[in-house]
Structures are given as structure tokens and as C-alpha cells.
């Protein structure tokens, strides 16, 4: 399946976006590859540095407001998901549909489907609704994959702040390439991947991949809202075929919401915590 409904982007223009940046490269070796006596060479050369340059960041040249709007809509994205956990307990219990608005929420519609025999009004709308909901910050992925091409798995990954080297490196490389080439053979099974529950394919660097390759943004947005309206109606059709036993499983955790919800926001807190602790230079609590 063509991934783009028009023109095929140029193939240069595809393999500059998707192969290695020299410059990314040099400029995340040379902050690894320094002795302890050329400490200070490496110092200044990285003083030297645009603040867009330093190694970790995905931008290849000067950004702009579309690359700021980008990064802090992913930003945004990851602490949405955070901060909807302690809650998505007592949504699910109580306004299931709210829930399905929020996050697309499968359990949700699994109870739906168990309560359409008993005379659930407005279970058609919920397919659609927690298909629109799952979609709703992937068109940032793709954007990322357009703009910064190779750079978007690198700061996604993590990459640009590790060793440039050896295994990770081939890692780093492979992933980038594999997707490019499903992006550009087989963009619908591609997609349909992400969708299928368990599978270790790491979504983000799919959507990217689909806007790196060329794929217009109307083809990506299209094609994910019909794969995740299938997966969604799978959800709901599971609950329909398991029906009232799912029920009393609802209600427990109705009684439970409380303390979990009380329990999830803890466990946020505690590595939250610990990260910060991880992350404070040494010796910064001396006096």
C-alpha cells in the first residue's frame, strides 16, 4: 500500500531524514570520547555549542515555532497520560464514557459491552469516541518524524545522551531503517501493528517513521482512526460475548477506587522522587 496519496517524496529527501546526521554524530562522540586530561578542551568546545546542538536534542538546525509547538505537545502528551492514573480507577466505576473521552479507555468499553443487554442507551458512540481519543496526540509523532527525521528516535530513545558506539548505535540505526522501510512498503500493517495488544512495537517511533517516510499527514490521520476503531470495537465486542460476569469485577473495583487511586498517585510520587534524587549533583548537599 502506497503510503503517500500523492507524488512519492523524492528519495533523497528520504534518505537525508532517515540516515545518521554527521553532525549529531561528531557532536555526541566528541562529548564521550575525551580523556580526563582534555577535560577542558571538551568544556569549551561544548560551550562553543548553540544550545540547540547539544547532544540529546533532536534538531538538526535552528528550531522553530513548529519544532517548540512539537516537542512541548509530546511533553504535554506524557504528562497527561501521568496524571489521569490515580483517577482512571473511579472514571471507569462511575462515568465510563468520560473515561472513554479522556483516554480511550478498553476496560470501558469492555463494561459497555457487558451492559448493552441490559438496556445501555449510548453504546454506539462509544467505538467512535475511543477511537478519536487514542488518535489524539499520535499527529505529533508524525510531525517529530517529518521535522527531525533520525533526530526524533534519538531523543525519544534517549540516544543522543548515551554512547554513540558500538551496540547502541547499530540499535539506534536499525530501528530507524526498519521503519522506514515498512513506512514506505506496508503503512497499513504497519499501523495495525501498534494496535494489537502485547506486541513490543513501540508506537511513537512508528507514527514518526510514517511522517519520515513521506505519508501525508490527512493518509496518517485517516488510516490511524480506522485501525484504532477496530481494535476499540474488538474491546467492546469482548464485553457484549463475556456480558453480566464483568459486572461484579466493575463494582469491586468501584469499592477499591478510593485506596487505588490513593495507591497509584503514591507510587507516582515515589519515583518521581527518587528520579529527583538521582538526577541532584553530588556533593550538591554539602555545605
Given at each position: 500500500?502506497?503510503?503517500?496519496?500523492?507524488?512519492?517524496?523524492?528519495?533523497?529527501?528520504?534518505?537525508?531524514?532517515?540516515?545518521?546526521?554527521?553532525?549529531?554524530?561528531?557532536?555526541?562522540?566528541?562529548?564521550?570520547?575525551?580523556?580526563?586530561?582534555?577535560?577542558?578542551?571538551?568544556?569549551?568546545?561544548?560551550?562553543?555549542?548553540?544550545?540547540?546542538?547539544?547532544?540529546?536534542?533532536?534538531?538538526?538546525?535552528?528550531?522553530?515555532?513548529?519544532?517548540?509547538?512539537?516537542?512541548?505537545?509530546?511533553?504535554?502528551?506524557?504528562?497527561?497520560?501521568?496524571?489521569?492514573?490515580?483517577?482512571?480507577?473511579?472514571?471507569?466505576?462511575?462515568?465510563?464514557?468520560?473515561?472513554?473521552?479522556?483516554?480511550?479507555?478498553?476496560?470501558?468499553?469492555?463494561?459497555?459491552?457487558?451492559?448493552?443487554?441490559?438496556?445501555?442507551?449510548?453504546?454506539?458512540i462509544a467505538v467512535p469516541l475511543?477511537?478519536?481519543?487514542?488518535?489524539?496526540?499520535?499527529?505529533?509523532?508524525?510531525?517529530?518524524?517529518?521535522?527531525?527525521?533520525?533526530?526524533?528516535?534519538?531523543?525519544?530513545?534517549?540516544?543522543?545522551?548515551?554512547?554513540?558506539?558500538?551496540?547502541?548505535?547499530?540499535?539506534?540505526?536499525?530501528?530507524?531503517?526498519?521503519?522506514h522501510r515498512l513506512a514506505q512498503?506496508?503503512?497499513?500493517?504497519?499501523?495495525?501493528?501498534?494496535?494489537?495488544?502485547?506486541?513490543?512495537?513501540?508506537?511513537?517511533?512508528?507514527?514518526?517513521?510514517?511522517?519520515?517516510?513521506?505519508?501525508?499527514?490527512?493518509?496518517?490521520?485517516?488510516?490511524?482512526?480506522?485501525?484504532?476503531?477496530?481494535?476499540?470495537?474488538?474491546?467492546?465486542?469482548?464485553?457484549?460475548?463475556?456480558?453480566?460476569?464483568?459486572?461484579?469485577?466493575?463494582?469491586?473495583?468501584?469499592?477499591?477506587?478510593?485506596?487505588?487511586?490513593?495507591?497509584?498517585?503514591?507510587?507516582?510520587?515515589?519515583?518521581?522522587?527518587?528520579?529527583?534524587?538521582?538526577?541532584?549533583?553530588?556533593?550538591?548537599?554539602?555545605?
Amino acid at each position: 500500500m502506497s503510503a503517500a496519496d500523492g507524488p512519492d517524496p523524492d528519495p533523497e529527501e528520504i534518505d537525508r531524514r532517515v540516515a545518521p546526521d554527521p553532525a549529531r554524530a561528531s557532536r555526541s562522540d566528541s562529548s564521550h570520547e575525551s580523556d580526563p586530561g582534555s577535560g577542558a578542551t571538551a568544556e569549551a568546545a561544548e560551550a562553543e555549542l548553540e544550545w540547540w546542538e547539544y547532544p540529546g536534542l533532536p534538531f538538526s538546525t535552528r528550531p522553530e515555532k513548529l519544532d517548540y509547538l512539537c516537542m512541548f505537545g509530546i511533553m504535554v502528551a506524557a504528562l497527561y497520560s501521568f496524571a489521569l492514573m490515580p483517577f482512571r480507577v473511579w472514571l471507569l466505576t462511575n462515568v465510563p464514557y468520560v473515561l472513554l473521552g479522556l483516554t480511550g479507555s478498553s476496560p470501558a468499553l469492555v463494561g459497555i459491552g457487558a451492559r448493552i443487554d441490559l438496556g445501555e442507551f449510548w453504546w454506539p458512540i462509544a467505538v467512535p469516541l475511543a477511537a478519536l481519543s487514542l488518535i489524539k496526540f499520535d499527529w505529533l509523532f508524525w510531525l517529530a518524524g517529518r521535522r527531525w527525521g533520525e533526530g526524533m528516535i534519538d531523543w525519544l530513545t534517549g540516544g543522543g545522551l548515551g554512547n554513540n558506539s558500538g551496540m547502541m548505535a547499530r540499535w539506534r540505526t536499525k530501528i530507524a531503517w526498519w521503519s522506514h522501510r515498512l513506512a514506505q512498503k506496508w503503512a497499513l500493517p504497519m499501523l495495525l501493528l501498534t494496535y494489537i495488544p502485547f506486541l513490543p512495537i513501540p508506537s511513537p517511533i512508528i507514527f514518526g517513521a510514517l511522517g519520515m517516510g513521506g505519508m501525508r499527514l490527512r493518509t496518517f490521520l485517516l488510516l490511524d482512526f480506522l485501525c484504532a476503531f477496530l481494535n476499540r470495537s474488538l474491546y467492546l465486542y469482548l464485553g457484549y460475548r463475556i456480558g453480566e460476569p464483568v459486572l461484579p469485577v466493575l463494582e469491586t473495583l468501584d469499592r477499591w477506587a478510593l485506596w487505588i487511586a490513593l495507591g497509584t498517585a503514591a507510587v507516582i510520587m515515589v519515583f518521581a522522587f527518587r528520579r529527583a534524587s538521582k538526577a541532584q549533583p553530588p556533593g550538591s548537599n554539602s555545605a
